[in-house]
């Protein structure tokens, strides 16, 4: 895993949903939501828009969102598939 | 016949410091919570001073994850619904407390981030937990969710006025059976924005160049100081309180409510509203002007206001009829006044003692007021208290300390 990107990833979840801790305070894999990192359904919303803000990337339906919003792990899993996706802008 | 409604609790997050007895120890010493700004730059201002909160730490009052989502506002309404629960020992989870909440910036801050934002970075950086702040009845919305109260939740935007409004409202909602209890009051915290929006407008001290104060009743009284807190009490029907066996601090005895339709932002120019809502309220209360001794006037160290609340209490009491005392001269002006007052007149003359009245140095003779400058023994029990929004909007009420201070018969 790209270690730079996950700690992107950590920055972002810590600004854009004013987290009381620091960044580095967030292992990998650790579970985001309920037993874990403690974020609820409101985060939710708020994680969806700042991942979108920060890295482009959409997560466009529920399914989605389950799968991705697991931990620190699968958010840079989906922004480096993303990545890609896109194609190599010519020169 | 109707119930008594008594005051069993207070909370008080103010510029004097946490806690009910906390903030009536030092407002009867003398001390005050106006001093220069350091919230933020008062750079190319009038106005440099404001009452500012003491010793508040929120982190003592909410979980930090759920702190993260609140604003000013919000802290300290749960800040002092939190203490004015836990001071009245009143269960909460339930359909039977409702909450009052009575402000004037509440929303504020949030406002300005959010719009901030939004001509800064565009709709997409705007925060969705942050625009449900900037509603004005989000903090009444927090003390509900946070304390599981299920009873009627309000919302009063009355100006200066709004913890009297907020009050007034909750004795009705007692009476009428509503709920058993409410947990009302007011909170205001000052914003960047408004600060200097009221500076630029020449509201603040000083408007005439002179010594920047909150002097109410004085010769050289210019424009208000801003203040700031969460005062709050848990009204409650005489009834619950006999059945839970808590002592009060005191009896909501008569509310008055009524207008003087002047301008949108003035003060009234005349008296006769200022009397009429005080008339209302000691004829609610079942009193004459005579059983009064204490009032807590409005007077905001306006020219204006000062001048003709005092010749309203010269008509109702007759002139230098009663002891009069304002805090403003110590917490200055803000929506949350009239809790202030309410928990300064239970728990002072609970213990026999009127608060002074700080900055009245020079008493003015257009207000034809006994101004109770220094604190003094109190005759008795009774004290009416004002509330005046500039608009015009008039509370008042009539209240009757215990005799026994609370604190004593707890023990």
């Known amino acids: 895993m790209d270690q730079l990107l996950a700690t992107q990833v950590k920055e972002a979840i810590v600004s854009c949903l004013r987290l009381p801790l620091a960044p580095q305070d967030i292992a990998d894999d650790i579970p985001l939501f309920g037993e874990g990192l403690g974020l609820d359904s409101i985060d939710v919303l708020e994680l969806v828009l700042g991942l979108e803000r920060s890295f482009g990337v959409k997560i466009t339906d529920e399914q989605l969102g389950r799968r991705v919003l697991r931990s620190v792990t699968t958010i840079v899993e989906l922004i480096e598939q993303t990545k890609g996706q896109v194609p190599a802008t010519p020169n | 016949m109707r119930d008594n409604v008594v005051v069993t609790g207070a909370g008080c997050v103010s510029s004097l410091g946490i806690g009910a007895e906390t903030f009536v120890d030092r407002l009867l010493a003398g001390d005050t919570g106006i001093r220069p700004v350091t919230t933020f730059s008062t750079d190319r201002c009038r106005s440099h001073t404001a009452a500012l909160l003491r010793d508040f730490d ?133 914003e960047e924005r408004f600060f200097r929006v009221h ?68 003060w009234p120019t005349e008296p006769s509203g200022i009397v009429r809502v005080m008339r209302a309220a000691l004829a609610d209360a079942g009193v004459t002007p005579s059983d009064i001794n204490v009032a807590f006037a409005a007077a905001n160290s306006t020219p204006t206001l000062d001048r003709v609340e005092a010749l309203a209490l010269a008509e109702v009491f007759g002139p230098g009829g009663v002891p009069v005392v304002s805090l403003k001269g110590a917490l200055g002006e803000f929506g949350a006044s009239g809790g202030a007052a309410l928990t300064a007149a239970l728990v002072g003359l609970g213990r026999g003692t009127l608060p002074p009245t700080l900055g009245c140095e020079q008493p003015d003779p257009a207000c034809p007021v006994d101004v109770s400058r220094c604190a003094r023994r109190s005759r008795g029990h009774l004290a009416l208290i004002n509330g005046t929004a500039d608009g015009g909007a008039q509370f008042c009420l009539v209240v009757r300390a215990a005799s026994v201070p609370r604190v004593e018969r707890r023990a």
């Open chain 2, 199 to 266: 500076d630029r407008l020449r509201v603040l001290s000083p408007t005439d160049g002179c010594q920047e104060a909150s002097r109410p009743f004085d010769l050289r009284r210019n424009g208000i100081v801003l203040g700031t807190g969460g005062h709050l009490v848990v009204l409650e029907t005489a009834a619950s309180a006999a059945r839970r066996g808590v002592a009060a601090y005191g009896e909501v005895l008569g509310v008055g409510c009524g207008g003087s339709a002047c301008g949108l932002s003035a």
């Open chain 2, 58 to 190: 929120p982190g003592r009052f909410l979980d930090p994850m759920k702190l993260r989502r609140v604003d000013e506002g919000g802290r300290l309404a749960l800040a002092a619904c939190r203490l004015a629960i836990d001071d009245a020992c009143l269960p909460t989870r339930t359909d039977e407390v409702g909450v009052v909440l009575g402000t004037a910036t509440s929303g504020l801050h949030s406002t300005v981030a959010h719009l901030h934002k939004l001509a800064t970075e565009g709709p997409t950086a705007v925060s969705a937990m942050g625009f449900s702040n900037t509603i004005g009845n989000a903090a009444a919305s927090l003390c509900s969710i946070e304390f599981g109260l299920r009873g009627p939740n309000v919302t009063f935007g009355q100006k200066q006025a709004s913890a009297l409004a907020a009050i007034a409202f909750a004795t009705s909602g007692l009476r009428q059976g509503r709920a058993s209890a409410f947990v009302c009051g007011g909170v205001d915290d000052i």
